[in-house]
């Protein structure tokens, strides 16, 4: 809305009518604007897009098990591939290499040891980065593909650090953070404090709390333009997929189905989340997408929207 232009609601008063519609059209969950990708008896978890948008990486669990696996599914459904692994091995928190040739996750042989490694994506082989007994977690890439951060979870506390992806010396960079997403613009580091969303730079230094919800947890999912940043949470009384623009501003909630929605992933080209899901009706977790703006201001509806309020 231009400054100093107010809605002339009397002289048109289907205004407020047609910005309910358009924003219900815009944000619910319509059984329209979703897709689900997977059905399995065990649970779909931890979904990540690739970067060229055609398959989206997750961990499945198999039903009655505590082995889990890593799995590809072509971004538009269909039959689940396994990621070929010359041994059994434990996999979470999956993060796709910028040019698409690896996947970084937290791998576990043993109940006592985790590691974060990088996996070839082709046939399976791997290098460590970090491991020993305590918690590694959710890797995340430098948009240029030199590094990759991670948290650890270690006496009570988390910790988020930088290591060089061909592996090196982990440079600690924030304490008392965890679950760090590094922005697409590669100027941000999005982690969670307190349970809520914080923004640091790849350093760790200007730090600013961007949320002040209750229950946010990981992991966050930049939008492609580094604009809004896609979580979970139960706020609302139940746990739900949000966005929140990092300009500051209310987080807007994206879905209400009042079972179990986590682990968002923005597609490449802004226009879906991938996320893990119990709508299914059945007692596992599959992964389904939603349809979502690219961003509330640049796609065509915001733009129609905004003329007809000016």
Same mark, same amino acid.
């Given at each position: 809305m231009r400054q100093g232009t107010r809605i002339p609601t009397r002289a048109r008063p289907w205004v407020p009518a047609m910005l309910a519609i358009v924003l219900s059209a815009l944000l619910c969950d319509s059984a329209e604007a979703l897709r689900q990708l997977t059905s399995h008896p065990g649970a779909a978890v931890n979904p990540d897009w690739s970067p060229d948008g055609s398959q989206i990486a997750f961990v499945r669990w198999e039903p009655g098990s505590a082995e889990n696996a890593l799995y590809l599914v072509d971004a538009s459904g269909g039959t689940p591939l396994p990621v070929p692994l010359p041994e059994a091995l434990r996999t979470s928190w999956p993060a796709w290499s910028p040019n698409g040739e690896y996947i970084a996750a937290t791998t576990s042989l043993d109940e006592d040891h985790n590691a974060i490694q990088v996996i070839v994506v082709?046939? !399976?082989?791997? *290098? !460590?980065?970090? %491991? !020993? %007994?305590?918690?590694?977690?959710? &890797?995340? *890439?430098? &948009?240029? !593909? %030199? *590094?990759?951060?991670f948290d650890r979870y270690y006496n009570h506390a988390s910790e988020i650090a930088v290591v060089p992806s061909i592996g090196g010396r982990p440079e600690w960079i924030l304490s008392d953070a965890s679950f760090p997403a590094w922005s697409p613009d590669s100027t941000m580091i999005a982690f969670i404090r307190s349970w809520n969303i914080w923004l640091a730079s790849p350093t760790g230094e200007d730090q600013r709390q961007l949320t002040t919800l209750s229950g946010v947890r990981g992991p966050l999912s930049w939008s492609p333009n580094s604009r809004y940043i896609a979580f979970d949470s139960d706020h609302s009384g139940n746990q739900d997929i949000w966005m929140v623009p990092i300009s500051g501003g209310e987080p807007t909630q994206l879905t209400t189905y009042p079972g179990w929605d986590a682990d968002p992933t923005w597609s490449p080209r802004g226009d879906e989340i991938a996320f893990s899901s119990s709508r299914a009706g059945k007692s596992g977790l599959d992964i389904w997408a939603l349809e979502v703006p690219p961003t509330p201001t640049e796609s065509t509806s915001w733009g129609k929207l905004k003329t007809l309020l000016r």
């Open positions: 082709s046939d !399976g082989a791997r *290098w !460590g980065l970090v %491991g !020993g %007994g305590r918690e590694y977690r959710s &890797p995340t *890439w430098s &948009p240029d !593909g %030199g *590094w990759i951060a």
